[in-house]
């Protein structure tokens, strides 16, 4: 009867530990669920009303549009969208690339070198983190103008670098540190040089990160409102953070062409995540996780 208990208890046991693990599943996904509902419930309501009138947008904001107004978005291209947004990728891409070539030497040199006052340095790069933009607004309008860099590209260019170096150097060199020693030993043995070490071996092996930060650093620029906003006074130059404000205040009430409008701001940052998104996931977890 012992025995028979026992069996008894331990299969009841052995049920409860299935039905919570199933339990703890669903309760997971049903957070999921509600957290992607949430997120992406305001896009799909603003790109869905951006093919409506604005007389259906009041009157029938719930359903889907009866006659789909494609040329909400031809108004909203020709009113200037794709002027703000080749500004916008000019920006983006030189300040990118800019902030990754200087953040993954810091962070090389950081990560596999020891050197007199290394700890005092990488520290000096991360307070860059704790200072705000907005305090720095009147020194660097003062430089920019001095240097005759106001209203242009790299008024907004420079900054955005500044500002984008302590938290990707942070990242990359994160990512560095855990990454095994054998493929530059071996690189070494076979008479490579540092450079060739770093350009052949470490570049190849930091692809998931440089992914990941070039994502986040590219959707920093591109939502960039201040800095735009600041140092540029020309319509021509204007991003699109920028832009938009002009462009909603020359439309005023056309509502659904202003929604247009935000759609086609926000696609190229959806594309290019989708592009992505396996290396920023995978390099940003390596990246949150060592070091």
């Known amino acids: 009867m012992e025995k028979r208990s026992l069996t008894f208890s331990a299969r009841s046991c052995g049920y409860c530990s299935i039905v919570s693990s199933y339990l703890n599943k669903l309760i997971t996904y049903l957070l999921f669920v509600g957290l992607f509902v949430v997120a992406i419930y305001p896009l799909i309501w603003v790109f869905v009303n951006s093919f409506k009138t604005d007389i259906q947008l009041f009157d029938q904001s719930w359903t889907l549009p009866k006659v789909w107004r494609y040329q909400n978005y031809q108004i909203a291209w020709n009113y200037g969208i794709a002027r703000y947004i080749l500004n916008s990728i000019i920006v983006t891409i030189i300040s990118v690339l800019?902030?990754?070539?200087?953040?993954?030497?810091?962070?090389?040199?950081?990560?596999?070198?020891?050197?007199?006052?290394?700890?005092?340095?990488?520290?000096?790069?991360?307070g860059?983190?704790?200072?705000?933009?907005?305090?720095?607004?009147?020194?660097?309008?003062?430089i920019l103008s001095s240097l005759r860099l106001y209203n242009t590209y790299w008024a907004m260019i420079l900054p955005n670098v500044a500002y984008g170096i302590p938290f990707t150097t942070f990242l990359i060199r994160s990512y560095m540190l855990g990454l095994p020693r054998d493929f530059e030993e071996a690189a070494t043995m076979d008479g490579a040089s540092i450079m060739g070490i770093f350009r052949h071996v470490v570049i190849p092996l930091c692809r998931p990160i440089l992914a990941s930060a070039s994502l986040?650093?590219?959707?920093?620029?591109?939502?960039?409102?201040?800095?735009?906003?600041?140092?540029i006074t020309s319509e021509k130059l204007k991003t699109i953070p920028v832009g938009l404000l002009a462009f909603s205040g020359a439309l005023r009430e056309k509502y659904t062409v202003i929604m247009a409008g935000i759609i086609i701001s926000a696609l190229p940052m959806i594309i290019l995540f989708l592009i992505t998104q396996r290396q920023f996931i995978r390099g940003l977890a390596a990246g949150g996780l060592r070091g």
């Open 98 to 126: 800019l902030v990754l070539g200087i953040s993954i030497f810091a962070a090389y040199s950081l990560a596999r070198f020891r050197f007199k006052g290394d700890t005092f340095l990488l520290f000096f790069i991360l």
């Open 128 to 142: 860059g983190l704790m200072l705000s933009p907005e305090v720095s607004l009147i020194p660097l309008f003062r």
């Open 216 to 231: 986040l650093e590219a959707m920093r620029v591109w939502n960039e409102f201040m800095f735009g906003l600041t140092f």
